[in-house]
């Protein structure tokens, strides 16, 4: 073998996560995410988000759903039609870089409020145009026709009531601090109504309880869907927990919700799973990484385990390995020219994206064609030889695999703490992201750490049933924003 090859092996085993710490993992999992049932500012944050029952796929209306949280943001209006499917109409914008650290929380929400105006221009005009005419009769008081509004939100909020919630952190490399304290809710509001747009913000969502709701909505089983999860740019999960488990309800300022169900969604936001990195692993990669991200020390399970970082860690293995002269790693062999160019993003922090690695990942061809063609397209790295093929798809290999085997541990422990498994039926499970939709055999590295968890087991892997729950933003913010205007009918009325 070549030096190259050797050494692509010998970092792609820094990544090896084996059986005996999966197992740690999910016990300490299992750990911190009971202590952050019982208490608020634990690393494992444990957010109650009020929603306390799963749709059954009879519910209907027209809804409205904004999502901000991954790359793109996008305005939706849902037509829940009660029969299990839905008609969606939707535009998407990516965020400029510069809005994800906009000056100000002001100038960030009517950004958006402005997207929901020429939504609501382009696809309802008539609804709008209705709803001003009424307003301007009865002198600017008009709460007929607004349209409810699902937000969903994709960052850690603590949440004070199913529309009101304050922002914890940012992640995913938006840096606004003077929106950190406030209720995100309230500033959409306020934007939305400088603009005098006929919307009510009626629910604050993170995406993975959209995820959750939107599966439970579009594939009702017995026993409704149980856990949401996302493996995009970010990574995260929501499942339903028992409301007797959730002892710091007692302690938390909070607004009435309905208690008859007995349960409550719980938003994990384990992307902070063990930021004192008790049982993660943690190669020199990962270390650099977080040193030079802008919120080193939190979101350290994210940091091994969503798109938007895996990227990264390959980059800075590439460099690393294109830095040492003696492997001749990217550089063409006949002149030893670097056939990487000053403007390739290989140089540039968050320079891969994902699709890369699912790209790099994929190719089963002899010549690795299509790692050649990606190389080009993403990196614009020339001639590359096999064996600098064969190195990044070993060492890609080995990052993706560490990922699902990692988002195995979250998985396995939230069954495993609320005994799904024990019952006997099927457990159903909603999953997004580009990672999981995109990356090869992620949710097949996913089962195979499942099987080497005892207390899931083979019986256990058998049981559960994952699923691709397409556009749970919209559609699950569309049914929080139904079941929080019942519920907002129901108080007044009493
Ligand atoms: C956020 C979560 C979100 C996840 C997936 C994380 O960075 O903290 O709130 O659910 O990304 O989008």
Request: glycine share 8%; charged share 25%; hydrophobic share 40%.
């Amino acid at each position: 073998m070549s030096a190259l090859l050797d050494e692509a092996t010998r970092i792609a085993r820094q990544f090896d996560y084996p059986a005996a710490e999966v197992r740690r993992g999910v016990a300490e999992y299992i750990r911190q995410m009971n202590e952050g049932l019982t208490k608020e500012h634990t690393t494992l944050s444990q957010i109650p988000t009020f929603v306390t029952s799963v749709p059954n796929g009879t519910e209907k209306g027209l809804y409205l759903a904004v999502d901000l949280g991954g790359t793109n943001f996008r305005v939706c209006s849902i037509d829940l039609h009660g029969d299990t499917t839905f008609s969606l109409t939707q535009s998407k914008i990516m965020i400029p870089r510069e809005t994800m650290s906009a000056g100000s929380a002001k100038e960030l929400f009517l950004f958006l409020a402005r997207q929901i105006e020429s939504f609501l221009r382009i696809h309802h005009n008539e609804h709008f145009e209705a709803h001003i005419r009424r307003r301007n009769e009865k002198n600017g008081n008009c709460e007929e026709d607004l349209f409810d509004l699902g937000f969903t939100f994709s960052f850690p909020v603590r949440q004070l009531g199913i529309n009101k919630g304050t922002l914890i952190r940012w992640t995913k490399g938006f840096d606004i601090p003077d929106a950190v304290g406030q209720d995100v809710c309230a500033l959409l509001q306020s934007a939305i109504d400088e603009l005098e747009l006929p919307v009510r913000v009626a629910a604050l969502v993170n995406d993975t309880v959209g995820t959750l709701m939107a599966r439970s909505y579009t594939s009702p089983g017995e026993t409704g869907t149980f856990l949401g999860a996302i493996f995009g740019t970010g990574t995260n999960g929501a499942y339903v927990e028992k409301l007797d488990r959730i002892t710091k309800m007692q302690t938390i300022e909070h607004s009435e919700y309905d208690k008859t169900t007995g349960e409550m969604i719980i938003n994990a936001e384990w992307g902070s799973f063990d930021n004192h990195l008790s049982v993660l692993p943690n190669t020199v990669y990962d270390q650099q990484l977080d040193a030079d991200s802008i919120n080193p020390g939190v979101q350290m399970f994210e940091k091994r385990v969503s798109g938007m970082f895996l990227g990264e860690i390959l980059r800075l293995v590439m460099l690393d390995m294109h830095r040492n002269e003696s492997l001749g790693f990217l550089k063409t062999s006949a002149s030893s020219d670097v056939s990487v160019p000053k403007t390739s993003s290989l140089y540039r922090q968050w320079g891969i994206d994902t699709s890369l690695l699912s790209l790099v990942e994929a190719d089963k061809t002899e010549g690795l064609e299509e790692i050649k063609a990606a190389l080009k397209d993403h990196l614009k790295i020339e001639r590359p030889s096999i064996a600098d093929c064969k190195a990044i798809q070993t060492v890609v290999h080995a990052i993706g695999k560490r990922a699902a085997r990692l988002g195995a541990v979250a998985l396995s422990a939230v069954l495993i703490a609320t005994n799904r498994l024990d019952k006997g039926d099927l457990v159903d499970i909603g999953v997004d992201g580009s990672l999981v939709e995109y990356y090869p055999n992620f949710e097949g590295y996913v089962r195979e750490a499942f099987r080497e968890v005892p207390e899931v087991g083979d019986a256990g892997d058998k049981r559960i049933r994952i699923g691709i729950s397409k556009d749970g933003s919209g559609v699950g913010a569309a049914l929080i924003a139904l079941v929080a205007s019942k519920e907002d009918a129901r108080m007044k009325a009493q």
